[in-house]
């Protein structure tokens, strides 16, 4: 069973500039979140999608951030225009959904992001 | 609110020695408490949680932790430490009372293991 995937694995791009993320879940998961570790510091929520809803988005910064997830499958997050204070760690998540087991978030390896 | 504390950034443990890495956690309700690992240029991997139940709990690669809920800690431990152990590890706590899924992580404590 493949895992997590995210796309791409690195991006540097210039302050101003728009960046779009990439989250493949695990197949058949139907929750998806984003989070996003800043300048080393704690890993932060972003938001939680539930197929295609937004359950949660109490964690998204501003409203230069836009997270979809057309058709409950694939998700993406736009960062329009970027700051530099946007560098950082971009992690997705998926979860089965609700119960003991379906219960854990399993972590994708991450896009590292770099704005100049 | 909730929040994870992990007052340790790094760990240094010698190999075949047992570890400890320390969490502590607060919620407003009942938690369900994470560890996860982070190997050098990999992804956050899913170590062990605590749902309800036993309060030992044992993961992958020998890891364990016990939740003590009165003095609210989660704290993940091995018998006897490798050095391919060496790597970052987060505490994550999710708060019952709250009904959101959101995981709240703790800043992550490096663990070094001198062969």
């Known amino acids: 069973e493949a895992g997590v995937t995210q796309f791409p694995s690195h991006s540097v791009i210039e302050k101003g500039q728009t960046v779009t993320l990439r989250c493949d879940p695990i197949?058949?998961?139907?929750?998806l979140y984003w989070y996003r570790r800043v300048m080393g510091k704690e890993i932060k929520f972003l938001l939680h999608?539930?197929?295609?809803?937004?359950?949660?988005e109490s964690g998204m910064p501003n409203n230069r951030f836009l997270a979809e997830r057309t058709g409950g499958t694939y998700s993406t997050l736009k960062v329009q225009p970027a700051e530099l204070e946007d560098s950082g760690v971009y992690f997705c998540?998926?979860?089965?959904?609700?119960?003991?087991?379906?219960?854990?978030?399993?972590f994708g390896p991450g896009t590292r992001l770099l704005v100049l | 609110a909730q929040s994870v504390a992990q007052p340790e950034d790094q760990v240094n443990v010698a190999e075949g020695n047992p570890l400890t890495v320390k969490c502590t956690y607060s919620?407003?309700?009942?938690?369900?408490l994470f560890w996860y690992v982070q190997y050098p240029n990999r992804g956050l991997q899913f170590l062990l949680k605590?749902?309800?139940?036993?309060?030992l709990v044992k993961g992958s690669y020998g890891f364990e932790a016990e939740f003590n809920k009165s003095q609210t800690s989660f704290h993940l431990k091995k018998p006897s430490a490798l050095v391919s152990d060496s790597a970052l590890y987060f505490c994550?706590?999710?708060?019952?009372?709250?009904?959101?899924?959101?995981?709240?992580f703790g800043s992550g404590t490096r663990l070094q293991v001198q062969p």
């Open positions: 197949s058949g998961h139907d929750n």
């Open positions: 994550a706590v999710r708060d019952m009372g709250t009904g959101r899924r959101a995981l709240t």
């Open positions: 998540a998926s979860s089965l959904g609700t119960g003991v087991v379906q219960e854990t978030q399993y």
């Open positions: 919620v407003s309700g009942n938690p369900y």
């Open positions: 999608f539930v197929k295609e809803s937004k359950q949660d």
């Open positions: 605590y749902i309800t139940g036993d309060n």
